[in-house]
């Protein structure tokens, strides 16, 4: 599947809006609070300690680098968004979603 839409809402070369994967950590639920105060960002958390999703399973960014896939709670309905996975060691990486099948 090619993950470029062919119609763009907002098309500056990708949407303006930022996709977090919190790993089902800590991160996320700080991630939530933090974009409270930076109320400009159009931000969406997921995967978040508040999700009750178990930690670093299906999730984030070791997950996402090693199996090529995209995180939990990720599908075709987010292709030309930018994601950032992070993990339990607070490592990130920036994907973009052509890297990984949906």
């Known amino acids: ?23 089902n950590g800590v991160g996320g ?4 609070i933090l974009h409270k105060l930076l109320n400009v960002l ?3 958390v997921r995967n978040s300690s508040e999700d ?6 299906g999730v984030g960014a070791d997950y996402v680098q090693k ?11 987010d292709a030309g968004t930018r994601l950032v996975c992070s993990s339990s060691d607070a ?6 979603p052509r890297n990984f099948p949906l």
């Open 42 to 44: 159009d931000m969406e």
């Open 52 to 57: 009750e999703g178990v930690l670093n399973d």
């Open 1 to 23: 599947m090619d993950l470029i839409p062919t119609e763009q809402k907002v098309f500056d070369g990708v949407n303006d809006k930022l996709v977090v994967d919190g790993a």
């Open 91 to 96: 490592k990130n990486e920036y994907l973009h």
């Open 67 to 77: 199996e090529k896939v995209a995180p939990r709670g990720f599908g075709s309905k």
């Open 29 to 32: 639920a700080k991630l939530r």
